[in-house]
C-alpha cells in the first residue's frame, strides 16, 4: 500500500504538468529501505542408493550367488539374471538349455582371473577400479562377451595410454577385433615415433604379417598432412 497526499494548488500549478487535458500525470520515484539480498538455497545431498552402494559387497559374497565362474583354477560369483541383462552372450547362455544353463558353471579357461573380476566390478559397479592393469585383456573379454561400453571404455584407455615398447601389439589387437577407431588411432601414434617403434620387439608381429603390414601403412598415408607433432 502506497499512501500520497497530493494539494489541489500543486496539481493546477501549470509549471507541475500534472493536467495535459483530462489526464493526470505524476512522475515520483520509489526508494526502497530493506537491503535486498539473495538467500542462498540450501542444497541436500542426495545419498547414494543402498542398492547401488551395496551391489559391490553383494559381488564379495559368494553366498547370494547362483552362478559360478570358474577362472585359471579360481572362482568368481555373480547372479545369473544381473549376467544376462549385461551380456546378450551370459543371456543366451543362460536363455538355453546349455551345460552352463543346467550346471550353473561358466568354465573360461581363455580368460585372466584379474581381467573376469574387473568386468563383473563393471557389470555391477560400473567403475573398473584396475583398468591400467588388465586394459588389454579385459579388451578382449569385453568383445567376446559383447560388452560394447566396456570394450569402448578399454579401448579408450589402450588409445590414450599408448607407449612405443606397446604401439605394435596394440595395433595388432586393434586389428584383430576390428576396431576402426582404435587402429587410427594407433597409426597416430606408430606414425609420430615411427624410427622408435620399429626396434622394438613388437614390431616383428606387425611385419611378419602383410595384411597388418599394409593396413597400417595405408592408415599412416591416410592420416597424411593431418598429423600433429605427438607431446
Not at 61 to 66: A, L, Q, R, T
Not at 71 to 99: E, I, W
Request: with cysteine; aromatic share 10%.
Amino acid at each position: 500500500y502506497l499512501g500520497i497526499e497530493l494539494c489541489k494548488a500543486f496539481l493546477y500549478n501549470r509549471e507541475n504538468k500534472c493536467i495535459h487535458g483530462d489526464a493526470l500525470s505524476i512522475l515520483f520515484e520509489v526508494e526502497f529501505l530493506a537491503d535486498s539480498t539473495n538467500t542462498p538455497i540450501k542444497r541436500t545431498d542426495i545419498p547414494v542408493s543402498p542398492l547401488l552402494k551395496n551391489l559391490a559387497g553383494l559381488l564379495e559374497d559368494k553366498s547370494f550367488g547362483n552362478v559360478q565362474l570358474t577362472v585359471q583354477q579360481r572362482n568368481l560369483y555373480a547372479h545369473r539374471d544381473v549376467l544376462m541383462l549385461s551380456s546378450p552372450v551370459f543371456g543366451a547362455m543362460f536363455s538355453h538349455p546349455t551345460k552352463e544353463s543346467q550346471e550353473q558353471v561358466i568354465h573360461l579357461p581363455d580368460q585372466s582371473f584379474d581381467a573376469m573380476r574387473e568386468m563383473l566390478l563393471f557389470i555391477y559397479t560400473g567403475e573398473v577400479p584396475n583398468l591400467d592393469k588388465v586394459a588389454e585383456d579385459l579388451y578382449v573379454a569385453a568383445d567376446k562377451y559383447s560388452m560394447s561400453e566396456l570394450k569402448t571404455l578399454c579401448g579408450d584407455y589402450l588409445g590414450s595410454n599408448l607407449t612405443v615398447e606397446r604401439a605394435a601389439d596394440a595395433f595388432v589387437l586393434s586389428n584383430m577385433y576390428s576396431d576402426a577407431e582404435l587402429s587410427r588411432s594407433i597409426a597416430r601414434f606408430i606414425a609420430d615415433h615411427l624410427v622408435a617403434v620399429q626396434r622394438t620387439a613388437g614390431w616383428k608381429n606387425i611385419w611378419g604379417k602383410p595384411d597388418i603390414t599394409e593396413r597400417l601403412f595405408m592408415l599412416i598415408a591416410d592420416i597424411g598432412n593431418t598429423l600433429e607433432p605427438a607431446t
